[in-house]
């Protein structure tokens, strides 16, 4: 945001050094250097209402030369004719008669007038920089600059392309008529150019009008006046750094910007329009012009003509006054060269806000965390104190400027942010307690003991309820791969477990616990779940979909890593029963959980979906719940291990938009038949319905009817006997 540096920025920092001007001005010369010849409201009122003729230009010049003034410099253009010549006014009054019409244009211009008066004094004539976009008559005389190049460090190749580059650019120029502009000494540009906030407190001492570099009417005004030959720019890769005057008084180097503009350093504001010209620098023009004004208040001085009088429209805003004229930006601009008083706002200060801003930022993030915030806060306010003294500190003593408003709302705002970040943090922890705590029960148990603590002991009840086992194949061989990295395994599993528990508890589900890998929920307790055998299977769908999505984000990132890519896989039982629900556990610690049949078989019927070659085994009653529902094909009988009776097992093919596909329906009709035949130790017939099954709704269950006729084959060789029912014991969980 600094180096950018926005407008608001710009002016927080701007009115601030306003103020240190305006609480510690610049202390003037007993004897200033500079007068103001003042087009004040008592000289219009004498002379006449501005623009004044010509000739009256050329009395004030001839006043001033008598004065023994050093150099008059006009804030102020000519770029038209006098309309008040003679020859104008025969050319305005037809009705004139001819002799004296040709006696009037016989008689001399008052531009001639005025250039006649300018042959005896030194003068440089204002012209002014402007972005419109008409331009004036080409003029060879207006396009004269002093200004002789720019002097470049030793790393720029091209000092002057660097000047072209950084100083102050206006497309054209208004100059003076030709017939005045050529008897002047010099020319100099008075525009001053305004802040961001309409305040002048920089004035470009070089600029550059179109291609051709222009000096400013102050620095014009010192080497007229005191003879001096050029004017030189010095530059480096940071842009301009100083414009340098030479005279046989001396050089008067002048520290800019890197634009080539000068912090004017403002004296208090003088007094103007005053009866008895008792301000500093004001001097009426008529009181010089009738020679009421004591000679060694002139004589040597360098006199800038402008106006204070409001309706001329050249007051300007500035620290040290809202009002201030304009003629006066140049004479303070020149005092502070030939008194060599300068403000400066080096780089070296503003790197050393950026430090400021970068350290303090730093301890910022390093104590607040570790001595809290007031702490903190204390030394925080200790320490911009400390730094704003030191701008002070350094305006006063040294005249240098450095930004304190900037870093010092960045270093608070920065507090501000780190205060309320320590804060949400703690809220964050608190909330991570009650959180984990919350892990070792439901969610809605939580809620419900909340409202009722009496809800707090041991016990259950017996409900009607649906399990689901998730377990993750292969872990061992997955767990092996990180052998040198048990830390990126924890971050796989459960990179792999917050999405399958997401779909669990989006569909009414409870998570009753984690189990390393293998998951185990419920529906129906604690709250009724009327649909439960639906959402319980419905989860499984989608648990498979959320696996398959991180399957291919895994896959996308090893190829990107160069490393070998396993997939996860994912087997899911599920089982209908009844169940003791409820606070299980010792009166020192508890949880909510399940028991009963129902339970171990879902976690039977989940290690034997590897076995099958399907992801999803369930038991029967939960099947008889799903009828219409989901597709589903019936697996085998079993007898799982650990219990003596066969269970009837099924799996879902898919969504129940499955239903209506007319292959489904033909493959349940062969499915069951081959079933039959199975039972019925028919081998050749069931391998035979195998062989048109196999490919069927895309294969979904290849796998499966591989393993029948891995069965069959075995059956072949050792039957089972005559009376078999068609059970198949299982000798693994």
């Not at 004017?231 to 050089?251: C, K, S, Y």
């Not at 305006?395 to 304190?404: I, K, P, S």
């Not at 009776?645 to 898919?654: K, M, N, P, Q, S």
Request: contains cysteine; negative net charge.
């Amino acid at each position: 945001m600094r180096i950018i540096d926005p407008d608001p920025v710009q002016v927080v920092r701007l009115r601030t050094f306003d103020y240190y001007n305006v609480l510690a001005p610049r202390v003037p010369p007993p004897q200033s250097p500079v007068v103001i010849v003042d087009l004040d409201e008592k000289s219009l009122a004498e002379i006449g209402q501005w623009p004044w003729p010509r000739t009256q230009i050329g009395r004030l010049l001839t006043a001033l030369r008598d004065y023994g003034i050093a150099v008059v410099g006009f804030d102020m253009v000519f770029p038209e004719l006098d309309r008040t010549s003679p020859a104008k006014l025969a050319e305005s009054r037809p009705d004139l008669p001819d002799a004296v019409r040709d006696e009037l244009s016989k008689t001399a211009t008052n531009e001639e007038v005025m250039a006649q008066a300018m042959q005896t004094v030194r003068v440089v004539l204002g012209q002014s920089a402007t972005r419109s976009t008409q331009v004036l008559a080409e003029s060879d005389i207006a396009e004269w600059s002093s200004f002789k190049g720019a002097i470049g460090s030793k790393e720029l190749q091209d000092p002057n392309a660097t000047l072209k580059e950084y100083a102050v650019r206006f497309p054209t120029l208004v100059y003076n008529r030709p017939e005045i502009e050529g008897y002047a000494q010099g020319l100099g540009v008075f525009s001053i150019g305004e802040e961001v906030d309409g305040v002048v407190r920089r004035v470009p001492l070089v600029m550059m009008i179109d291609e051709l570099v222009k000096p400013a009417l102050s620095v014009e005004m010192i080497r007229v006046g005191l003879q001096g030959n050029s004017i030189f720019a010095a530059l480096d890769l940071r842009g301009i750094n100083e414009v340098r005057l030479q005279t046989p008084r001396g050089n008067f180097p002048v520290p800019t910007d890197s634009k080539g503009r000068i912090w004017v350093y403002f004296a208090e504001s003088d007094k103007f329009n005053m009866p008895n010209n008792e301000g500093r620098m004001y001097i009426s023009a008529s009181d010089i012009m009738q020679g009421r004004v004591p000679p060694e208040r002139l004589a040597g001085k360098l006199a800038v003509i402008g106006t204070s009088a409001v309706g001329l429209l050249d007051i300007r805003a500035t620290p040290i006054n809202p009002r201030l004229p304009g003629v006066e930006v140049h004479a303070n601009v020149i005092e502070n060269i030939l008194t060599q008083q300068f403000i400066r706002y080096p780089e070296v200060m503003q790197l050393t806000e950026f430090i400021a801003m970068s350290v303090v930022g730093l301890l910022l993030i390093f104590f607040i965390p570790r001595v809290g915030p007031v702490v903190t806060l204390v030394g925080l306010v200790i320490g911009v104190g400390g730094f704003v003294g030191a701008s002070w500190y350094l305006f006063t003593t040294e005249r240098v400027l450095l930004d304190f408003t900037y870093p010092s709302a960045l270093v608070f705002s920065v507090y501000a942010v780190l205060a309320f970040a320590n804060y949400a943090r703690d809220a964050a922890e608190k909330r991570q307690v009650r959180g984990a705590f919350s892990q070792y029960l439901s969610p809605d148990l939580v809620e419900q003991l909340a409202e009722d603590p009496e809800k707090l002991k041991l016990g259950g009840e017996t409900k009607r309820m649906t399990l689901l086992f998730c377990d993750v194949r292969g872990f061992t061989t997955i767990s092996e791969q990180y052998k040198a990295d048990p830390q990126g395994l924890t971050v796989l599993i459960n990179r792999l477990l917050t999405p399958l528990t997401e779909e669990i508890l989006n569909r009414q589900g409870t998570i009753d616990k984690y189990m390393g890998d293998c998951i185990m929920a419920f529906w129906n307790a604690p709250l009724d779940v009327p649909n439960q055998e639906q959402m319980g299977v419905a989860s499984a769908l989608a648990m498979f979909e959320s696996l398959e999505a991180l399957n291919e984000e895994r896959k996308r990132e090893a190829l990107e890593e160069d490393k070998p890519f396993l997939p996860l896989n994912i087997g899911i039982g599920l089982n209908t029963g009844d169940c003791v629900v409820g606070n299980m556990g010792s009166k020192q610690r508890f949880d909510y959980s399940v028991l009963g049949d129902a339970v171990n078989l879902a976690a039977r019927l989940e290690g034997q979906s590897k076995s099958y070659g399907v992801g999803i085994v369930i038991g029967e009653e939960t099947a008889g719940a799903l009828n219409g529902v989901f597709p589903m094909a019936e697996l085998d009988l079993i007898a799982v291990k650990g219990k003596s009776e066969a269970v009837r097992i099924f799996t879902v093919l898919g969504k129940p938009d499955l239903l209506s596909d007319p292959d489904y329906a033909a493959l349940q009709s062969q499915h069951a038949a081959m079933l039959d035949a199975y039972r019925s130790q028919q081998w050749d017939e069931a391998n035979r319905i195998i062989q048109t099954c196999i490919g069927r709704l895309d294969g979904v269950l290849d796998g499966f009817y591989g393993i029948y006729q891995t069965r069959i084959e075995e059956y072949r060789d050792n039957p089972p006997p005559v009376d078999w029912d068609g059970v198949y014991v299982a000798t693994t969980k």
